[in-house]
């Protein structure tokens, strides 16, 4: 798949925007600030509902605006997709195929792209939500139908949540609250299908993001990830309060820590049952702190290089080299399990950040893929093979391309 044209109107500092766009390498050049990198936060938000950049769609509007279209032409096998979307300050979002309506969160449906970018080290030494959202997000373009499944799992938590609340105000102790098995039950049933799907993901993920390392660092640190399941007994936020830490598995050490491949986790009816136990074991503490104690959104997943976590341990450029690896291993994915061909791939202002050996690797591991979009503030730091379609931004506006 490749977007042939992109149209937005009162996006981020655009006015209005058309932009032809081409298969193969697509270079976006602009100095900072110009708006090269609005033109692929668009694209990457019909594809994931989201920016890499702000939480807030309403940020993504154009000052003194009431609304946002971001419309693309998709093309695959000689069939043409009309994608749009309309971002509102007040209101729902909407959202279009070929002029009929759907809604928002069936955009993956159509669309599916990989973008890395600068904020992406926060994947290697940020905090576990981002590692969380950067798994669902491509939970959600593998299987569209798990947006609504991870929809439903935060609305039965926040209602799970301010049950736990009201209860620990009226002064409610151990099995007296009856009324919060019903959504024990709800919570496990979406959060368990939420652990196995992450799980069955972590697993594949594994050797596309060795091949993917060693193709942009050159090194094989033995690149790795290890699930933390918090139904297991431990989460982050656990281990802030008291100073323990999750056990970490390295393979074949036991069912405690929940991991992967052959390890403990089995998936399916066993991931349910301990979820249920675990919050049975922690009843009397969720009470006390009216909060939802373990699920997936208390999960992590752990990087390591040389069986070494990256999080205070790997260096900036291996750090870097990671991050850009797990999401070049997120494309490869789509790229072999999707009928609609490869997902469009987009680097953002990332050539700025490497040495010259590894811009050169790095445009050898994508110039194979149908489409990749890249913006660079310097023509010069991207490679020549690279930069066969160039567009100049200027201001707000495509001054060529």
Aim: charged share 25%; glycine share 8%.
């Amino acid at each position: 798949m490749f977007v042939s044209h992109l149209s937005l109107t009162d996006f981020r500092n655009y006015a209005v925007a058309e932009v032809e766009l081409r298969p193969g390498p697509n270079l976006i050049v602009g100095r900072n600030g110009q708006g090269k990198t609005n033109l692929v936060e668009a694209l990457g938000y019909l594809s994931t509902l989201g920016s890499h950049r702000v939480s807030s769609d309403q940020a993504m509007i154009r000052a003194g605006r009431d609304a946002a279209i971001i419309r693309a032409r998709l093309e695959h096998a000689q069939r043409s997709i009309l994608a749009e979307v309309q971002l509102n300050r007040s209101g729902a979002n909407r959202a279009q195929i070929n002029r009929s309506a759907i809604k928002p969160r069936e955009l993956p449906r159509y669309f599916s792209s990989v973008l890395f970018a600068p904020e992406d080290l926060s994947l290697v030494r940020g905090d576990p939500s981002g590692r969380r959202r950067f798994l669902d997000q491509l939970l959600i373009l593998r299987s569209p139908r798990l947006a609504g499944v991870l929809a439903d799992y935060d609305r039965v938590l926040k209602q799970r949540n301010t049950l736990l609340k009201s209860a620990r105000a009226r002064g409610v102790r151990g099995d007296a609250l009856s009324t919060l098995d019903i959504w024990d039950e709800r919570l496990v049933a979406l959060g368990s299908e939420i652990i196995d799907e992450r799980m069955l993901l972590t697993r594949a993920l594994r050797e596309p993001l060795r091949a993917a390392y060693h193709a942009v660092a050159g090194d094989d640190h033995g690149p790795e990830l290890r699930p933390q399941l918090s139904i297991f007994g431990g989460s982050a936020a656990d281990a802030e309060d008291d100073g323990s830490g999750w056990p970490v598995s390295t393979g074949g050490s036991g069912a405690s820590n929940g991991n992967a491949s052959g390890d403990g986790w089995t998936g399916g009816e066993s991931t349910s049952e301990k979820f249920r136990d675990s919050l049975r074991e922690v009843r009397s503490k969720e009470l006390d702190r009216a909060i939802t104690l373990r699920g997936p959104h208390r999960d992590d997943l752990v990087f390591m290089l040389n069986d070494l976590p990256t999080k205070g341990y790997a260096s900036h450029g291996e750090s870097w080299s990671f991050a850009l690896a797990l999401k070049l291993a997120a494309a490869e994915i789509l790229r072999r399990e999707s009928a609609s061909g490869d997902p469009v791939l987009i680097l953002d202002d990332v050539f700025a950040e490497l040495d010259q050996q590894r811009r050169s690797r790095l445009a050898e591991a994508v110039t194979g893929y149908e489409q990749v979009l890249i913006t660079a503030a310097v023509l010069e730091d991207i490679p020549a093979v690279l930069t066969a379609h160039t567009i100049h931004i200027r201001a707000g506006e495509v001054v060529d391309g």
